[in-house]
T-cell receptor, first 113, second 114 residues
Framework: AQSVSQHNHHVILSEAASLELGCNYS??????LFWYVQYPGQHLQLLLK??????LVKGIKGFEAEFIKSKFSFNLRKPSVQWSDTAEYFC???????????FGKGNQVVVIP | DAMVIQNPRYQVTQFGKPVTLSCSQT?????MYWYQQKSSQAPKLLFH???????NEADTPDNFQSRRPNTSFCFLDIRSPGLGDAAMYLC?????????????FGPGTRLTVT
């Protein structure tokens, strides 16, 4: 079964700072990779996804993530955060052909105005 | 807008009193999932329906059951809630067989057990 690791559960940064959240997974086969975001009081929303093609994926709200197969990683980045990016961010993985998603424990990101 | 709807948003039940949470979707997705999410933790998959086929996770307690009477609706039944079952319950859907199968989540039902 696949598993997902996210480090630095709590991240605090100032507006305009750059953000990078790490995500590593353990699974030897072909995977689909996702980042979900949960804004305060709202439901989980898909931020971006990777399943094939260009390993650099661009999502909504200026976020991007890079799939590095050799490192089993799918790190999320945003060059300049805004206060509205305060949220919890979850990395998730499923094996291709398997609809079960494995979630990481999440990163609680707080952006200070 | 097509969406995943959960009712109620907040549910309070007594220890040992059966409770049912509901989920409906207008996406016409063939897979529906139930997750349990406790504070500061990742969502934990309880079970899912692929069409009418029920798939239980190995570590889901027998106390948790589910029903899917049709494509649009799915229910989570907790037969005898304990204090440890207090959590946010998330319903999600996906369309399998047409891509990576990203999941679409409802707003959740926060269950309190007194």
């Amino acid at each position: 079964a696949q598993s997902v690791s996210q480090h630095n559960h709590h991240v605090i940064l100032s507006e305009a700072a750059s953000l990078e959240l790490g995500c590593n997974y353990s699974y030897g086969g072909t995977v689909n990779l996702f980042w979900y975001v949960q804004y305060p009081g709202q439901h989980l929303q898909l931020l971006l996804k990777y399943f094939s093609g260009d390993p650099l994926v661009k999502g909504i709200k200026g976020f991007e993530a890079e799939f590095i197969k050799s490192k089993f990683s799918f790190n999320l980045r945003k060059p300049s955060v805004q206060w509205s990016d305060t949220a919890e961010y979850f990395c998730a993985v499923n094996a291709q052909g398997n609809n079960r998603l494995a979630f990481g424990k999440g990163n609680q990101v707080v952006v200070i105005p | 807008d097509a969406m995943v709807i959960q009712n109620p948003r907040y549910q309070v039940t007594q220890f040992g009193k059966p409770v049912t949470l509901s989920c409906s979707q207008t996406l016409n997705h063939n897979v529906m999932y139930w997750y349990q999410q406790k504070s500061s933790q990742a969502p934990k998959l309880l079970f899912h329906y692929y069409d009418k086929d029920f798939n239980n996770e190995a570590d889901t307690p027998d106390n948790f059951q589910s029903r899917r009477p049709n494509t649009s609706f799915c229910f989570l039944d907790i037969r005898s809630p304990g204090l440890g079952d207090a959590a946010m319950y998330l319903c999600a859907t996906s369309l399998e067989g047409y891509g990576p199968g990203e999941q679409y989540f409802g707003p959740g039902t926060r269950l309190t057990v007194t």
